[in-house]
């Protein structure tokens, strides 16, 4: 499995093989999981695959909530220059802040990332996301089905391409409500596809290299009580086609570890076991920066062999 995925990303590397210019009839993607703050790990391992150039071996990318934000700066080539995000205290401290929802406010602003953070403080190249030959394809969930819904149609400009991010990310009570696309109200993508690899299969993708978030001795788990207390009324009000895809939720990731485990291409990279259990809302930034480089260190282990030593 993993070595069929290595052999082609070899291939590639020595033909040079850019998007559009394949020789073989294979449909490698990279797909990003997501998971809020644990997409430091993920992150890390964008990097790894930016300083080692594979990035352009790959036919698209996939991203579900924090991984389609790894997945634009790696498509934008600044996976590394803006990875100290990720630990920077002013940019965690005013885009997470639990004290926030006694004032019925988001706990995590994702406008506020998006729209300041990223156009101010850390530039994405939102235009140079456009432009990559690589095809991008953000994932979120519908807010009236409750159904996957890839986003990558519906981007044709930088205002698109920013309300597909937030929408891919908008974590239900915390982020606020649904972002609106043509009308059509979404929400967060882990709430339907955390690792979006029914997206990418259902395109056809015949190779996978899947950047993770979570361990291997990670457990899927159904809701919490708190959880079903304080999220099944917003829901309700807001989303009511999620309820049951949410409730469903471990269902739904063990569904996703079995595609995952069946493919008989898919190369898999995890945090190692022992790995730093990262919070949905964690802003610390000795354990984010600890995260990032755990991830790093990981993309490296197991891509490093596709092209050499990682520099």
């Known amino acids: 499995m993993t070595e069929a995925v290595l052999q082609l990303l070899r291939d590639r590397k020595q033909h040079d093989s850019k998007p559009g210019q394949r020789t073989d009839d294979a449909r490698l993607v990279l797909l990003i999981e997501g998971g809020s703050s644990r997409?430091?790990?993920?992150?890390?391992?964008?990097?790894?695959?930016?300083r080692l150039g594979l990035l352009p071996m790959f036919d698209?990318?996939?991203?579900?909530?924090?991984?389609s934000l790894n997945a634009a700066w790696l498509l934008c080539g600044?996976?590394?220059?803006?990875?100290?995000?990720?630990w920077d205290p002013a940019?965690?401290?005013t885009t997470i802040n639990p004290?926030?929802?006694f004032r019925r406010q988001p706990v995590v602003d994702t406008r506020h990332?998006?729209?300041?953070?990223?156009?101010?403080?850390?530039?994405?190249?939102?235009?140079?996301i456009l432009d990559s030959p690589v095809e991008f394809h953000p994932i979120a969930t519908d807010a009236l089905t409750g159904d996957s819904a890839d986003l990558h149609g519906l981007i044709h400009d930088v205002p698109s391409l920013q309300a597909a991010l937030r929408a891919s990310t908008a974590m239900p009570f915390l982020t606020g409500p649904p972002v609106l696309i043509d009308g059509r109200p979404y929400v967060d993508a882990g709430m339907s596809e955390m690792v979006p690899v029914r997206s990418a299969l259902a395109q056809k993708a015949t190779h996978l290299v899947v950047l993770r978030t979570v361990r291997t001795d990670e457990i899927p788990m159904s809701p919490s009580r708190s959880e079903r207390m304080v999220l099944s009324r917003w829901l309700a009000r807001h989303a009511p086609g999620?309820?049951?895809?949410?409730?469903?939720?471990?269902e739904g990731r063990i569904e996703e570890e079995e595609l995952l485990a069946a493919h008989p291409a898919c190369l898999q990279i995890r945090p190692p076991l022992g790995s730093l259990q990262v919070g949905r809302t964690e802003r610390r930034p000795d354990v984010l920066r600890s995260v990032v480089d755990t991830g790093i260190r990981a993309g490296k282990n197991e891509l490093g062999a596709a092209v050499?030593?990682?520099?």
């Open 242 to 250: 999620v309820v049951e895809a949410w409730l469903r939720r471990k």
């Open 91 to 93: 940019v965690m401290r």
């Open 78 to 86: 600044r996976a590394d220059s803006s990875k100290h995000a990720w």
């Open 60 to 67: 698209a990318v996939y991203g579900s909530s924090a991984g």
């Open 308 to 311: 050499g030593a990682l520099p």
């Open 113 to 128: 990332l998006i729209h300041t953070i990223y156009t101010q403080v850390v530039p994405m190249g939102f235009q140079d």
């Open 99 to 101: 004290m926030r929802a």
């Open 39 to 50: 997409g430091a790990y993920s992150s890390g391992m964008t990097v790894a695959i930016e």
